[in-house]
């Protein structure tokens, strides 16, 4: 995979992972609640919930591809009209929304189920794949490049909530991002619809 194509999707995923949702609150809450460790352990295996589905939209995707295009095609639309919904719905969302989170008491073990449950129980993240990685995979792709892109979606969920969970850890860090979440909703919602468009344009060269 070219380092221009790799970097693309380095963006794309890291535009996925920073979106307020679910996800968000599932880490906020268990940081929250039993401090640095279980909010790192909530992230690293939704990271390893995101890892599975990015390995079943890569396979599926390229199946697609070779045996039907046309009705790759049609997914491919289908996905690119769940991006711009989810854009118009983050310009649309409140102040606060999914970054206000109460702490309640909580351990690893918790963290760790209900972390790999929350990725695992969304199949939305099925048509959010499946309308991003439509611009990488290609029916010639090797097993490496495949395994790039699986690796690189998974390293990029947990890097980030890790990140949320080490910096939440410092007091000043959640009301700065409550009073920002607006701007957190609008961006994300820009950059959902600008993908969106580029989805029906064409995959990415």
């Not at 390229?62 to 095609?73: C, N």
């Not at 769940?82 to 999914?98: F, H, S, T, V």
Request: glycine residues 10%.
């Amino acid at each position: 995979m070219p380092f221009s194509l790799w970097m693309s999707l380095v963006a794309v995923c890291a535009m996925g992972a920073m979106s307020p949702g679910p996800s968000l609150a599932l880490v906020l809450r268990h940081t929250l609640g039993g401090g640095r460790a279980p909010g790192v352990v909530a992230a690293l295996f939704h990271a390893l919930g995101v890892g599975f589905y990015a390995l079943l939209t890569v396979w599926g995707l390229g199946a697609l591809i070779v045996r039907y295009p046309t009705l790759f095609q049609a997914i491919t639309w289908a996905g690119a009209a769940y991006l711009a919904w989810l854009g118009i719905k983050a310009l649309r969302a409140g102040r606060a929304g999914a970054l206000e989170a109460a702490g309640t008491a909580t351990t690893r073990s918790q963290a760790a189920r209900e972390g790999m449950l929350v990725a695992l129980g969304n199949p939305k993240l099925i048509l959010f794949f499946i309308a991003l990685l439509s611009q990488f995979v290609t029916p010639d792709m090797s097993l490496a490049a495949k395994a790039i892109i699986v690796l690189t979606a998974m390293i990029i969920d947990g890097g980030w909530y890790v990140l949320v969970a080490v910096a939440l850890t410092h007091s000043r860090v959640l009301p700065w991002l409550q009073s920002r979440s607006h701007w957190i909703h609008r961006i994300t919602g820009v950059m959902l619809l600008a993908l969106a468009l580029r989805v029906v344009v064409g995959p990415l060269g």
